[in-house]
């Protein structure tokens, strides 16, 4: 139980507009929301605005804590902590942990390693230890040999909160230009030219050999256990039809305009990295985020991997595009990554929602965590 908190002197962001007041909170749960003068005040907060706790539902960041450097692996719960800490002070108190079931070239996790990694995030978590809220997210690479067992262990013995279907081929999706995978992936690998040409050719004999099976599995297995699917890296039309059938509520990242367009239109939250936002453009060479939000066609940014990136991209957005505002903005980074996900109980400063809030103050136009409270406990 906390006690009752009012933050006052207020720019309180509700999910339509932002308001000068102040925001009560009892016992975990917000309240009362008023304009103007607070009836008393706990915390002046000094003209900074109050938003809701941000809701990231695709980081990869916990793997830079686990593996620091080329075949260091960082002991895990130590890892664990720091990557925790530098989630809840970018201002997330909600967070979908992407955990990869299927190995990559460059980052190749064995079935028991995945397992150990969800065993101590649980661990954690049961022992009250961190700031934010974490969930799982399985990232399937359906190409690889051994997703459906990796997956199976995983979800065997723990919660899986979404699913992402991933396919990274060469020569198709995130990867449609091969000298664009050749550079991503020759970077983090550190293999010659000659090595990466075969392992395109095994990594188009495994997609024959594997997706349409794998993917028709894990769909199932979702759906059994109602978790949340999200589609990844859908470029064509085909594609998008493919997820529609699949009844994935989210798409990450599509690589083209028509993609985010025909997903947006039927219903299914574009997911855009903040990065792609901050820094004005794809690391791949794909469609920009901004050009999406401008089109209309965006629904939810996500920090990927770089958790700062997701209260900074929000208010990108509001400050690049004329007309879009600060309010709709943050609904990208809160109310819809919430929604998306099906959580009910937060994602905006609403009377009876969780009291997950974010003092935030604008230093040279750019977003500063000052504050954060998770169900009105402050944890950053
Ligand atoms: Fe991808």
New binding site residues.
């Given amino acids: 139980m906390t006690r009752d908190l009012v933050f006052a002197n207020a720019k309180v962001a509700l999910a339509d507009e932002i308001i000068e007041g102040w925001v009560a909170v009892r016992d975990g749960v917000i309240v009362e929301i008023g304009r103007g003068a607070a009836p008393r005040d706990s915390i002046d907060v000094s003209g900074d605005l109050v938003i809701p706790g941000l809701i990231e539902l695709h980081t990869d960041h916990l793997e830079t804590h686990l593996k620091p450097r080329p075949k260091v692996h960082w002991p895990e719960a130590s890892a664990i902590m720091a990557f925790d800490a530098q989630i809840a002070a970018s201002g997330i108190t909600t967070v979908f942990d992407c955990i990869r079931a299927g190995r990559d070239v460059d980052y190749a996790p064995q079935a028991n390693e995945i397992v150990s990694v969800i065993g101590s995030l649980a661990q954690a978590r049961e022992r009250d230890l961190l700031r934010a809220d974490h969930r799982l997210h399985l990232r399937c690479e359906l190409t690889a040999d051994g997703v459906l067992e990796e997956a199976e262990a995983a979800m065997g013995r723990h919660r899986v909160d979404l699913i992402s279907l ?1 396919d ?1 081929t060469p020569g198709a ?3 449609a230009s091969l000298d664009a995978w050749r550079t991503y992936y020759g970077g983090k690998s550190g293999f010659p030219p000659d090595q990466l040409d075969r392992l395109i050719e095994t990594k188009r004999v495994m997609h024959e050999r594997n997706y349409k099976r794998h993917r028709a599995c894990i769909v199932a297995l979702a759906r059994e256990r109602g978790v949340v699917l999200a589609s ?2 859908d470029t064509t039309p085909a594609h998008v039809d493919e997820s529609i059938t699949d009844r994935v509520a989210i798409a ?2 599509p690589t083209s305009l028509e993609a985010a367009r025909l997903s947006h239109e039927a219903g299914i939250d574009v997911l855009m990295g903040a990065p792609n936002v901050v820094r004005g453009g794809s690391h ?1 060479g794909n469609v920009a985020a901004e050009a999406l939000a401008r089109a209309g066609h965006l629904d939810i940014l996500s920090s990927d991997y770089v958790p700062a990136s997701l209260l900074f991209g929000a208010f990108e957005l509001a400050r690049r595009i004329e007309g879009f505002g600060l309010a709709k903005a943050l609904r990208t980074v809160t109310l819809n990554p919430a929604r998306a996900a099906s959580l009910e109980d937060r994602g905006e400063i609403a009377e009876g929602k969780r009291a997950d809030l974010v003092r935030v103050r604008l230093v040279d136009g750019q977003p500063v965590v000052r504050e954060v409270y998770r169900e009105g406990r402050r944890v950053s």
């Fill in positions: 991933m990274h999706r995130q990867f990844h890296d990450e990242f791949s």
